[in-house]
């Protein structure tokens, strides 16, 4: 699976968008980009996916760009619930010969305040 | 509650000793993933079983690790004679034989090992 870069820790105010970035410029052609978070304490949730096409879900909208060498997870009006820490993951889909078991970098911890 | 259930929430143990653990996957989900997760890291892949079938094994998991899914529903992981740095959080998580779909995580079992 192709290595995700992404910000160790972000701050986002109560009610406005958070966007969380990701680089993965080794990303290949069947590698799609998924996102997790995990709430303290708690086993990670996910969140979305996608291949090259932006997607939006009720959680999330993910912006994927042109070249497919990076990626924004925007939370469109981030609440206090959202603090967490945020993984970008790319990998293949399921079902094509492999696991696809989930590899987990760091995160990005995102603290929403008041 | 029909999500990943996990037995026990938190064990102590003492070095040497045996520990096992219990996933309760969601009842139609084929897949099941066991992830292990230190203080400030993302969870690290450990085995996977497709039904009853171990399909996939991390070099992370020693001979002193074992996982089983009898009869492809819970599945129960052990460790025996615990070292200090077994203490971590052991994730279980499932997913439906689906592409695309994402893994479901448990709450996790908190392993410490005095």
């Known amino acids: 699976d192709a290595k995700t870069t992404q910000p160790p820790s972000m701050d986002c105010a109560e009610g406005r968008a958070a966007n969380l970035p990701c680089n993965h410029s080794?990303?290949?052609?069947?590698?799609?980009v998924y996102w997790y978070r995990q709430i303290h304490s708690q086993g990670p949730q996910y969140i979305i996916h996608?291949?090259?096409n932006n997607e939006t879900n009720e959680m999330a909208s993910l912006i994927i760009t042109e070249d497919r060498k990076s990626s924004t997870l925007i939370l469109p009006h981030a609440t206090l619930r959202d603090t967490a820490v945020y993984y970008c993951i790319v990998r293949v889909p399921q079902d094509t010969g492999t696991a696809s078991k989930l590899t987990f970098g760091t995160g990005t911890r995102l603290q929403v305040t008041l | 509650d029909t999500g990943v259930s996990q037995n026990p929430r938190h064990k102590i143990t003492k070095r040497g000793q045996n520990v096992t653990f219990r996933c309760d996957p969601i009842s139609e989900h084929n897949r099941l993933y066991w992830y292990r997760q230190t203080l400030g890291q993302g969870p690290e892949f450990l085995t996977y079983?497709?039904?009853?079938?171990?399909?996939?094994k991390s070099r992370l998991l020693s001979d002193r690790f074992s996982a089983e899914r009898p009869k492809g529903s819970f599945s129960t992981l052990e460790i025996q004679r615990t070292e200090q740095g077994d203490s971590a959080m052991y994730l279980c998580a499932s997913s439906p034989k689906v592409v695309f779909n994402e893994q479901f995580f448990g709450p996790g079992t908190r392993l410490t090992v005095l």
């Open positions: 996608g291949l090259k």
């Open positions: 079983f497709q039904n009853e079938a171990q399909l996939e």
């Open positions: 080794t990303i290949s052609g069947n590698e799609y």
